[in-house]
Each structure stands twice: as C-alpha cells, then as structure tokens.
C-alpha cells in the first residue's frame, strides 16, 4: 500500500491493521508522532472514517483512536505555544491541552465535511483557558488550599442544584467529608483567586455621582491618620515648654483634671490655672502654625 506520507519518516508500514467488519485495512504506524502535520491532517481523515465503523473497545478500535491521539499532537503543542510566558510549566499546558484533544476526537464526524484542525482548536484552546482559570490565583495560596477550593466549587454545584438555594456550611461539610471550620478556610482562600485593581472605574447611580472608582467604596478613613502629622509636629515643641507648663498639660488633657483639681496641686487659683493654660496652647498652636507656614 502506497500513501502520500513518507515512510522512512512518518514509520508507516505496508500491510496495514485494524481490518474493520468491512474488511478495510488501515496503515500501520510505528511513529505517528514524528508524522508531519499536513500528512497527519490526510491520515486522519482516512482514520475518522474507519473509527466511525469500528466498533467500540476492540483493539482495532483503540489503535485507529490512540493513533488520531499521537499523529495530532502537534495541534497541541501549536495551542500550547500560544500561553508560553504565563509562568507556568509547558509541560502542565500540554498535558491540559491533549485532554482537549481527546474530547475532540471522541465527538468529531466526518459527515461534517470540516477540517478536524478547525474542529479540535477551540477544544483544545477551551481546556487551556480552564486550566488557567482554575490554577491562576490573584494571591499566593497553599495548594493544600487550591484544591480544597476546587473540591469546594464542585460540591457547592452538586447540592445547589439538589437544594434549589445556597447549601450551608454544614451540608457542604458533610457532603466533602470534612470539618466546617475546612469549609469556611476554602471559603476565605477563594477570596485569594480574582482581584480588582482599586482604579477600576464604576459606574454612579445618578448623574450627580459621575465617574467612580473602586476605592472609592472600600474601607473607612481612619480618624487617627490625621492625628500623625498633628503629632510629630507638637512633639518638638512640647519638649521647649518648661516642666510646670508640661504638667499642667499634662494633668488637664492627660489625667483629665479639672482646673480646680490643677490649681489645689499647684498652689493657685482656678482663674490663675485657666489663664496658664490659655498662655500654653496658644504658644503651641502659634508655633505649630509657624511650622506649617501659616502664621
């Protein structure tokens, strides 16, 4: 038997196998692997047909579907090389890739009269995408955890669709066999797989909210921020006041004192305290105001 591919290069041997109830004979390949593309796209089509014939679990049908798996591995590696770059391990693509191809084969008729290559890209480029989507995490997490996450999803699914509503903790923990607290720990780290750059623009609920950013709606302003540079400029100056005038201060925003309480402690009146305290703060503010450039 004559065929278009060479074979002291693709390992095609004259003689053949797989005879189908038909008594049709196909080439026997020691390498389908080392086939070229284009000859491995007329094989195939030649390999289609007889599969289509061939009945289910006898080794003739395994032969001419391991044979389609081996000879179009290129189509794989061709899909793969478009995700080279992702940080991830070719090898980890590839393998994602051939289960693609496989689910190909398996569901791909010649009656269809389309290039099996046409056919088989999106199944296989499809299965690459849902491994990305699956394994690609925003944070790092413990794979112990990623899996965990994935167990998670399929048993939130599985009971959603038995329930009809959102299954509790405790049915998902007895479904996965396993504690509520793991639960609630896949639960969390699943907040690790996608994130939101904090610029991302929103849309207002009217016209008069405009244009609005993601940071706009997380988290609160802390008060005691606005206290930091307050802080680091009274210091100084605190330091220069003398330590009669650091007490008092310290008595009456400190311990909270009365400036009748001050003055009993110090030997003064209640007035003589206050006019004290006015002189004080006003020498702070005078000099935290001159350090801001503002007097």
Known sequence: ????????????????????????????IDAPRSIAPRDAR????QFFRRLAV???????????????????????RFAAGRFRGRGD??????????????????????????EFTSFALPYIVGEIKR??????????????????RVELAKARDELASRLDREPTVAELATLMNIAESQVVEAQIASNGYNSSSLDAA????????????????????????????DYHSLAPLM??????????????????ATQAEIGERLGCSQMHVSRLIKRIIARLRQGMLGELGCA
Do not use: C
Request: proline share 2%; hydrophobic share 40%.
């Open 239 to 256: 330091a220069e006041l003398s330590e009669r005038d650091r007490r008092i201060i310290h008595m009456r925003f400190v311990e909270e």
């Open 131 to 148: 491994f990305f989507r699956d394994t690609t995490w925003a944070v790092h997490v413990p794979r112990r955890l990623q899996e965990l």
């Open 1 to 28: 038997m004559q065929t278009a591919v060479n074979r002291s290069e693709a390992g095609v041997v004259e003689g053949g196998t797989g005879a189908g109830t038909d008594g049709a004979m196909l080439p026997g």
């Open 89 to 114: 391990d070719m090898d980890d693509i590839v393998q994602t890739g051939m289960i693609g191809l496989i689910k190909a084969i398996d569901r791909f008729e010649v009656v269809r009269e389309v």
């Open 54 to 76: 061939l009945e289910e679990g006898t080794h003739e049908y395994q032969y001419a579907r391991n044979t389609l798996i081996e000879m179009n591995m290129s189509l794989v």
């Open 42 to 45: 007329t094989l195939s089509r």
């Open 202 to 229: 929103l849309t207002g609920d009217g016209p008069e909210n405009g244009e609005a950013v993601l940071a706009d709606f997380i988290g609160v302003e802390e008060e005691g921020l606005r206290l930091v540079e």
